[in-house]
């Protein structure tokens, strides 16, 4: 009865992660980021690479997400519209509603 114990509980023991065992493959994650009252929020977000972040325009008035660098631009989003983005690489990304501004976030890629 012992060896039979041994038998059932040790292949769940050597299937624990440890050094030499495969690594589960992470998920991307989604973020939202709401434009409301002229702000975005979270007005900074730090996400993985491969994650993706969705900005929701919640005021009654037009409005951008637009890097600073070139790296990407919205086009105008009216009111309730959403825009999505997906990290690729790890890196630092200031963006401007073009339309405000005074409006402004920052995204970190890790």
Not at 25 to 50: N, Y
Not at 75 to 80: N, R, V
């Amino acid at each position: 009865m012992r060896g039979l114990a041994l038998a059932i509980v040790l292949p769940g023991l050597l299937s624990c992660s440890g050094p030499g065992t495969a690594a589960v493959a992470r998920q991307p994650v989604a973020h939202t980021i709401t434009i409301e009252a002229v702000a975005f929020s979270p007005q900074e977000l730090t996400v993985k690479a491969g994650d993706s972040i969705v900005w929701v325009n919640k005021d009654p008035f037009p409005h951008t997400v637009t890097s600073r660098a070139s790296g990407f631009d919205s086009s105008i989003m009216l009111p309730d519209q959403s825009w999505k983005l997906t990290t690729s690489a790890p890196g630092e990304m200031s963006y401007v509603c073009t339309l405000h501004p005074n409006l402004n976030g920052k995204i970190r890629v890790q």
